[in-house]
């Protein structure tokens, strides 16, 4: 496999996650600890992973209604809150398939896309119905339908690769 790849490898030394970027391929150690970072995640509970998924579901409402003045004031650059929109909605869909676990059965996907995206538009109705400050934008819930899109197939990729590393 060519290419850039940045994995995430957590080492015990002075615990801190250090990120790892690898040109060419995948080094077999960063391998071996990315299938036992996933190896942890797949073997939660279920009640914990739906808890989770609940308890994000509730901090994406949260932050979706509050007013505006109730956030903190960071300027980043125009339109940031497009990119904020698509990590919200990556992190939701992809919890949500953890939660689900999708990977036993494939139908959820859609179920996943189906609750995240419309989790999203429900959002945009009540900003615009609320009249707290927010207001609805389509291009938000563009945001949100690419970062859904981009949640899941990322999480497909992860659960296959296991599979796809020979042993």
Same mark, same amino acid.
């Given at each position: 496999?060519?290419?850039?790849?940045?994995?995430?490898?957590?080492?015990?030394?002075?615990?801190?996650?250090?990120?790892?970027?690898?040109?060419?391929?995948?080094?077999?150690?960063?391998?071996?600890?990315?299938?036992?970072?996933?190896?942890?995640?797949?073997?939660?509970?279920?009640?914990?992973?739906?808890?989770?998924?609940?308890?994000?579901? $509730?901090?994406?409402?949260?932050?979706?209604?509050?007013?505006?003045?109730?956030?903190?004031?960071?300027?980043?650059?125009?339109?940031?809150?497009? /990119?904020?929109?698509?990590?919200?909605?990556?992190?939701?869909?992809?919890?949500?398939?953890? $939660?689900?676990?999708?990977?036993?059965?494939?139908?959820?996907?859609?179920?996943? $896309?189906?609750?995240?995206?419309?989790?999203? /538009?429900?959002?945009?109705?009540?900003?615009?119905?609320?009249?707290?400050?927010?207001?609805?934008?389509?291009?938000?819930?563009?945001?949100?339908?690419?970062? /859904?899109?981009?949640?899941?197939?990322?999480?497909?990729?992860?659960?296959?690769?296991?599979?796809?590393?020979?042993?």
């Amino acid at each position: 496999m060519n290419g850039l790849f940045v994995l995430l490898n957590y080492q015990n030394i002075r615990n801190r996650i250090q990120v790892k970027v690898l040109f060419g391929g995948i080094n077999p150690t960063c391998k071996t600890n990315t299938l036992n970072m996933l190896s942890f995640f797949l073997k939660i509970s279920q009640p914990v992973r739906n808890l989770l998924f609940v308890f994000y579901a $509730a901090c994406v409402l949260v932050l979706s209604l509050l007013p505006p003045s109730d956030l903190p004031k960071v300027s980043l650059f125009p339109e940031a809150d497009k /990119v904020i929109h698509f990590l919200m909605y990556f992190l939701f869909s992809g919890i949500g398939c953890w $939660a689900l676990r999708t990977e036993l059965n494939r139908r959820n996907y859609y179920l996943i $896309a189906l609750v995240a995206i419309g989790w999203g /538009v429900l959002m945009e109705i009540l900003q615009l119905t609320m009249h707290a400050g927010r207001s609805f934008s389509m291009f938000d819930i563009l945001a949100n339908i690419v970062g /859904v899109t981009c949640g899941i197939l990322t999480y497909r990729f992860l659960i296959s690769l296991p599979q796809s590393y020979p042993e």
